[in-house]
């Protein structure tokens, strides 16, 4: 090798060079960002791997999850097992995660998605379901404020021989959706008509973890009623990175090609895989504890009169900052400049199994605070919403 080609590599070698670690950078401090997670109720996707998982993800396989990967197959063999399917695909999301699904149960258009007007794959997906799979999405309003019905299933679905429409081919659910659960025995009268029409059913079980904990069912009597299901290990269990998509093998076969046609076909796997083995055996037994703590939450504000929008069955309460007098941005930039700050999202109040019941005590006596300052200076609360319509809900939501 020649002095100048073996100096130039060098050369390049010296820019190639990243130490994020040197005290040169900019300085972090993971610990001062654990401590910030605690005090933040935007979004539970927030949370981060502790020291332990991290130990106990290293030990995992080093192997390509395009080829061969024994601890990310461990983890979806398990989760198809729990759920009750034959087959597992981990996924990078579960963005990802929908949209597969979707695309592989969707064949040759025209046809149609249905589901809730507030689901992810409607409102948070980047208009995936016409991007991906060239679906048309029907989207229900629920007149109880809470969950879609079947007799509103039956009135929008679109099936029979009227070429003016899109024949609906996927109703998807969501449970939770906002926090809510979705009641089985309405899960299971929709499916049964669905199928009955030759649809499938999908389930966007980003947060299906919180409906097992809080009612004792299990995953796999969840899961039954849907072809397939889509579960997220980064949110309410803590996990890094990660969902997990099953249903049967042949339908999992066409995802697993579908994901690597979307980009989706991971490496080295194992240490996430690692991850979420870990979060379902440590992290979801503290899932108990995370919806006390949001009931504790609801309670506090009913009794300094905040109005509740949407009630704290899970993680998640919604509440109406119009209520006391004053908005959102005036609660978020109070709450940044407290001594320990809290960081907020607008009416989405999110509490995770990182959240501290300090971060609770301190959100409660700031609007305790705010209430008052508005009361003392005048307002007064109404007692019906103009027009006799409920206030539009301001919510910045991610996930």
Known sequence: MSATLEKARDTVADLVKLDILSATTPAFDNDITRK???????????????????????????????????????????IAKITGKEAGLFMPSGTASNQIALRSHLKQPPYAVLCDHRAHIYKYEAGGAGFHSGAAVTPLIPKNGHHITLDEVKAGMIYGPDVHFAPTEVVALENTL???????????????????????????????????????????????PFDSVSLCFSKGLGAPIGSCLVGTREFISRARRLRKLF?????????????????????????????????????????????????????????????????????????????????????????????????????????????????????????????????????????
């Open 36 to 78: 910030q997670i605690a005090r933040t109720f935007i979004s539970d996707t927030i949370t981060v791997p502790t020291k332990e998982m991290y130990a106990y993800a290293t030990l995992s396989s080093l192997g390509d999850d395009v080829y061969h990967e024994p601890t990310t197959l461990e983890l979806e063999a398990h």
């Open 178 to 224: 906002n926090g809510t659960i979705f009641p089985q025995e309405e899960v299971i009268a929709i499916s049964n008509f669905v199928h009955s029409k030759g649809v499938k059913m999908h389930l966007d079980g980003a947060r299906i973890w919180h409906v097992a904990a809080e009612t004792g069912t299990s995953l796999e009597e969840l899961s039954r």
């Open 263 to 399: 980009g989706g076909g991971m490496r080295q796997t194992g240490i996430l895989a690692g991850s979420a083995a870990y979060a379902l055996t440590q992290n979801f037994p503290l899932l108990p504890r995370v919806h006390a703590l949001t009931r504790k939450l609801e309670k506090g504000l009913e009794e300094i009169g905040v109005g509740i929008t949407s009630r704290a069955e899970t993680c998640m309460v919604f509440y109406d900052a119009y209520s006391i007098g004053t908005d959102y941005d005036e609660i978020a930039e109070r709450a940044s400049k407290l001594s320990d700050p809290l960081h907020l999202g607008g009416s989405r109040l999110v509490v995770h199994i990182q959240t501290s019941e300090q971060a609770v005590d301190d959100f409660l006596a700031l609007i305790a605070e705010i209430a008052k300052e508005k009361k003392d200076a005048g307002f007064v609360k109404p007692t019906t919403q103009a027009n006799g319509l409920v206030r539009d809900v301001y919510v910045r939501r991610s996930n």
